[in-house]
């Protein structure tokens, strides 16, 4: 099977930035995307194809890759996203389609 | 704005099949991709696979031999049925709309729904 690795959690002051990584083997062939979760709430999409915003994702969100991580950045955090994080992406055939193990921002 | 709603029985008794409907409104469902994905409470987050309107799927291999993804056009819904229910299958599930990267063969998911409760238990 294949396996996405997060940090389980992270935590910042609040306008500080945080940065969650994000490793798995197959990352420099595949795209990875990112979702916020809040607690009761459905999972939301904020960050696709590695780097690219939907519409409507505030601009201090950013996504960027290295070799096998892939980093979200959250620049001047606000307590507003205090949440779980998951990162998602594929085997390096596309078969499997992973979640990683999700990371909990905390906001100080 | 596409809208998506889970529906169907949240207690299921261990060894029956859990199924679920999920109704697409805002949007025709004849013109994308559409999964289903399963959160243990407390726990992180599974695939379970994906139907095109055509009918053609994908699922996960850990789950492929339990797993029936199928769609209904006319209704706009797409449903999942999962056979042979453990307590283990007690999850969040959620039905969201794919976006399928057919070069890298991955995908992502950009519309939720906001998920329906099923539990195993007898």
């Known amino acids: 099977s294949y396996e996405l690795t997060q940090p389980p959690s992270v935590s910042v002051s609040p306008g500080q930035t945080a940065r969650i990584t994000c490793s798995g083997d197959?990352?420099?062939?595949?795209?990875a995307y990112w979702y916020q979760q809040k607690p009761g709430q459905a999972p939301v999409l904020v960050i696709y194809k590695d780097s690219e915003r939907p519409s409507g994702i505030p601009e201090r969100f950013s996504g960027s890759t290295s070799g096998t991580t892939v980093t979200l950045t959250i620049s001047g955090v606000q307590a507003e996203d205090e949440a779980d994080y998951y990162c998602?992406?594929?085997?390096?055939?596309?078969?499997?389609?992973?979640f990683g193990g999700g990371t909990k921002l905390t906001v100080l | 704005q596409v809208q998506l709603q889970e529906s169907g029985p949240g207690l299921v008794k261990p060894s029956e099949t859990l199924s679920l409907i999920c109704t697409v409104s805002?949007?025709?469902?004849?013109?994308?991709?559409w999964s289903w994905i399963r959160q243990p409470p407390g726990k992180g987050l599974e695939w379970i696979g994906y139907?095109?309107?055509?009918?053609?799927?994908k699922y996960n291999p850990s789950l492929k031999s339990r797993v029936t993804i199928s769609v209904d056009t006319s209704k706009n819904q797409f449903s999942l049925k999962l056979s042979s229910v453990t307590a283990a299958d007690t999850a969040v599930y959620y039905c969201?709309?794919?976006?399928?990267?057919?070069?890298?063969?991955?995908?992502?998911?950009?519309?939720w729904g906001q998920g329906t409760l099923v539990t195993v238990s007898s």
């Open positions: 197959a990352l420099p062939k595949q795209y």
């Open positions: 998602q992406s594929a085997d390096s055939s596309g078969t499997r389609w992973v």
């Open positions: 969201a709309r794919t976006n399928p990267i057919a070069a890298a063969g991955s995908g992502y998911f950009d519309y």
């Open positions: 805002g949007g025709s469902i004849s013109s994308d991709y």
């Open positions: 139907i095109y309107y055509s009918g053609s799927t």
